[in-house]
């Protein structure tokens, strides 16, 4: 999916949208959001990790978080830049 496509979809879907840059190697402890999480990698690698699963995110994917989900993210040396939305 490319990065207009999914932005349409989150603001026809009710989401407040943002972008969020890391521009390097960044570890964010486990944590949970009040809010459900709805995300797409533009550039670089995110990855996740929720329970016993750990998912790495590249280029053009995507991931859903529910509000209150545990996970932890952590962030590569080239970082990453993720288009993300945020509904209440």
């Not at 490319?2 to 570890?27: I, M």
């Not at 949970?32 to 053009?60: C, L, W």
Request: proline share 5%; aromatic share 8%; net charge negative.
């Amino acid at each position: 999916m490319d990065r207009q496509t999914f932005e349409a979809e989150l603001k026809r879907d009710g989401y407040e949208v943002a972008t969020n840059t890391t521009p390097g190697v960044k570890v964010n402890p486990e944590h949970s959001h009040p809010f459900d999480v709805r995300a797409m990698v533009v550039q670089g690698a995110i990855t996740i990790t929720s329970g016993s699963e750990t998912v790495t995110y590249k280029q053009g994917d995507t991931w859903d978080l529910a509000r209150g989900c545990l996970h932890s993210e952590s962030y590569g040396p080239e970082g990453a830049v993720v288009l993300f939305g945020r509904k209440m």
